[in-house]
């Protein structure tokens, strides 16, 4: 019988061999996969294991400072880089979401390939991949038809010549969540909802700015507060914000105002393969509106998106 304690072990005692004294380089997201992935790769090889963690600038609202503080609280070695005006100035002008998706894979393998020439003698790339990812790659991005570029498979290890760990490849997400209490991860990184590589980047629709990106990381994160206020976080597999490219008129005292639009989306899904729109009560909607238009400054109008996927796609892009 599979438990986690015993996979942890077992892996654990082969990345051993595997690696022996080699150095060890891996990007960390702040999401569960690459959380576990590195503290497994950590707990065999210890500070072998160099992690960086890229400040994309599109990030929720203060995510980058928390989770280097929680990484770093797990005892791994992790630098922090913050990339943001590169990944601004690499954005400007785009407005297809694919074009948005590469320059932000590009900037990201730019920017990660030339930290990791600053350790001596790296031989290995860790990844968080886990079982669907594999098949999704393969399926998703088949010879024919792209749907989505999903940037957090394959790139990075051809163009550094690095061998590749992935000690999750075979793991279901509930098995990778499993790992991950065996290893004592904490709960706020292991109940995290998912969020996508290229951030916020896919959730400004059209061009992005700094701006934009604020405004976006306010409304988000009241939302998001929201919900773990509400205990609906839990409940819920993934939630977000996304700002429209549209401006609405709106009143405010006795001005008539003419700004964003942004609309909150909140999933129930098991693999992000299908998923429901989740039935957040009334009165939660009502308040949580009520607080983006009164404290946002930039956006007088909330919609929530009440599509399913299929024929809707989680996100807007
Ligand atoms: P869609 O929008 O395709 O999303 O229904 C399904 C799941 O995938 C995430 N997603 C991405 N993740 N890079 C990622 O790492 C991407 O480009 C990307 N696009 C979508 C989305 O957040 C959802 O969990």
């Known amino acids: 019988d599979w438990t986690a304690d015993i996979f942890v072990e077992n892996t654990v005692r082969g990345l051993q061999a595997k690696l022996g004294d080699d150095k060890v380089v891996m990007g960390l997201s702040g999401g569960v996969d690459s959380s576990v992935a590195a503290t497994l790769i950590h707990q065999a090889i210890g500070k072998n294991l160099y992690c960086i963690f890229v400040d994309n600038g599109l990030l929720r609202k203060n995510e980058f400072e928390q989770v280097l503080e929680s990484y770093e609280g797990m005892g791994l070695n992790v630098k922090g880089v913050d990339a943001k005006e590169e ?10 979401p694919e074009d948005k998706r590469k320059a932000i894979g590009r900037v990201f393998i730019e920017t990660f390939d030339r930290e990791s020439h600053k350790i001596k003698d790296v031989k290995w790339l860790g990844q968080g991949t886990i079982y669907p990812d594999v098949i999704e790659s393969v399926s998703v991005n088949g010879p024919s038809v792209t749907i989505k570029s999903h940037h957090n498979v394959g790139g990075l290890p051809e163009k550094m010549n690095l061998k590749v760990v992935e000690p999750l490849n075979l793991l279901f997400k509930d098995e990778v969540r499993n790992v991950g209490r065996a290893l004592e991860i904490s709960n706020n990184i292991l109940g995290r909802h998912p969020f996508p590589g290229p ?46 490219p549209v401006q609405s008129v709106g009143v405010m005292g006795d001005e008539r105002t003419y700004e964003q639009v942004v609309a909150l989306r909140a999933v129930a899904s098991l693999d992000g393969m299908t998923a429901d729109w989740v039935h957040l009560p009334y009165e939660f909607l009502a308040e949580v509106s009520n607080k983006i238009i009164n404290k946002v400054r930039g956006v007088n109008r909330v919609v929530y998106d009440i599509s399913s996927k299929p024929p809707a796609t989680i996100e807007w892009e």
Request: net charge negative.
């Open 199 to 244: 951030g916020l980047g896919i959730r400004i629709l059209g061009d992005i700015t700094a701006e934009k990106v604020r405004i976006l990381q306010e409304v988000d994160d009241i939302f998001i507060s929201g919900l773990k206020e509400a205990n609906l976080y839990d409940q819920v597999w993934q939630a977000g914000a996304m700002l429209l």
């Open 87 to 96: 990944f601004y100035e690499a954005l400007k002008g785009l407005t297809d």
